[in-house]
């Protein structure tokens, strides 16, 4: 990236006077716009409502005496985050050399991460145990990124092959930590909500919509007619139906496709809608993907002995999954935001609790401070998803001559 | 190449021939009869190099030999093995047969390395370590042993067709295949992958070449096919065919690129 300069600055915004006078306009829009944002949050608004309700908006009613679950979980989310991002940052960019344990935007991170962590839960008004976790959560995060920074390398290539089984392994634990069983108290989901109902529920569809979709877009490039009909059949039905509509067909018909106990409650139905959606999205993403490996991969794969299933694992599958990933987070990212419309059929998600909330009379006319901090958490995961795609995005690219 | 690389019974004499193509017959879906009747016998350790306009079906033709393509009618047999349907029959002889492409083909997500190792070790299930040395040999072959943990998309055009003759040969084919292996190249790399396939044919491996390296086929060639819509025109030792062309679509074609 170039550096930017007070001299590169006046270049780019002020080339021409056509130009110096969009700039003028457009910054002293966003500046107006910006100023009376900061002026309504720190002066006028009144953020009891989200004081008062912080616990219903994170993990709606779930019991008080069992939320030592969900901290723990959440620990070690936040361990697995800081073991990725350093492990990431421990993987040269194949053509340059690590430069620094801490590269620049790193320390930007870290020091942003220390602020919010040691601010916001204050600013909220938090109980001051509450505050203690949170900067334990963001000492730990600093430490597990130091410790994978420092010594992943040491581990080679395993660790970093080891490292997308560590997320899906911590959705299981984290589904036994919710939901109970192995010796923990259960917890219904019916008592599931907020914060947490939307993660889970993204999650689960995220986790498992991926290789419905590859296996979708394989199936619709296959030569069996009957697989490949059922693929293009499924995908386009899918498609050329809105969200809202297979949610409320899901929680009447649902019961009787999937085989018993697989979709016991509204919320694994809606979790397994949200995935047979967001499957058909991918589906088409792997698709462009695969058109745009040439068709000689599989020719030499196949011309040196691999078998079909060997040469699509092998050659032309890390090659489309590669270039499909930015679709792939985009729809990653669509589906997290689809989630709230599972307020309309009535489960406590995040927009869900929201609703609940505004509805109380004691927090009437608030709408704004519960939409704007609803608006930011959901910014926060998709910026989360947008950042580590990004990074793994720049890291998978094989370096060219031009590079 | 080292004698143990080469397969035992490439250098017996008497056995049948490595390729047998009779009557070969090919439409492509569009109803384009691309091959018509194509009649071609590859002894072992023969060097045949097929010429002919574009469109003339060459590429066609040496692509049935490891089933990259269909074909209607006719026969083929491989090494002993007749081609049909039957998949384990085809992955078979694809084991048996090297291809080497005009785009290289090389996989640009594996190292230099990595696209040498992974069809022995998958497919041959030989271990990895003795693969590896066997690639590191091979790569020192053909000249490129110092860029063996570049990616793909880091060497030039030349260094990429070298490192996918050393990969087909990694597989220790009975037979290579060459689909024009220059023509994507500039000028000033085309000699030092043909040195290398010089190289190969001197070792005694059978080689069918599709190529316009008019260069390559005399000094190399046991033979020289020139192909015409889709049939054999002509079939001669270089110097005849260079020389002497019999026929008038040969002397037509020569004219054009000499």
Redesign the interface.
Known sequence: MPRVTPTSLRKELFANPLDGLVSVLLITGLAAVGYRLLHWALTQAQWAVIQANSTLFAVGRYPIEQQWRLWLLVALLVAATGLSWGVLRGLPL??RPITALWPRNDRIGAIVLVALGSWAPAALGLTLSIQVRWWGLTGLLLLMRWLAGRYGSRLGKAATRALPLVWPLLYLVGMVLIGGGLGLVPVGTNEWGGLLLTLVEASFAILLSAPLGVLLALGRRSSLPLLRWGSVLYIEFIRGAPLITLLFLGQNILGFLLPGGLAPDRIWRAAWILTFFSAAYLAEAVRSGLAAV?R??L?????????LP?ALA??VL??AL?IALPATVGQFISLLQDTTLLSLIGLLDLLGTARSVMANPLFLGKSAEVYLTLAVLFWCCCAALGLGSRALERR?N????GR | MTAESMPANAMVPKSPAMIEARGVEKWYPNGFHALRGVDLTVQRGEVVVIMGPSGSGKSTFIRTFNALEEFQKGSITVDGIALNDDRRKIDAIRREVGMVFQQFNLFPHLSVLDNLTLAPVLVRRRPKGEVLSQAMALLERVGIAEQAHKFPGQLSGGQQQRVAIARSLCMEPRILLFDEPTSSLDPEMVREVLEVMQGLAADGMTMVVVTHEVGFARQVADRVVLMADGQVVEEATPERFFDHPQHERSRQFLAQIL
């Not at chain 1, 094989?398 to 001559?401: A, K, V």
């Open positions: 194949r053509d040439p000689g991969q020719e030499a794969a196949r011309s040196l002995g691999l078998s060997q092998q050659v890390p090659q590669r998978l094989p370096p060219s001559l």
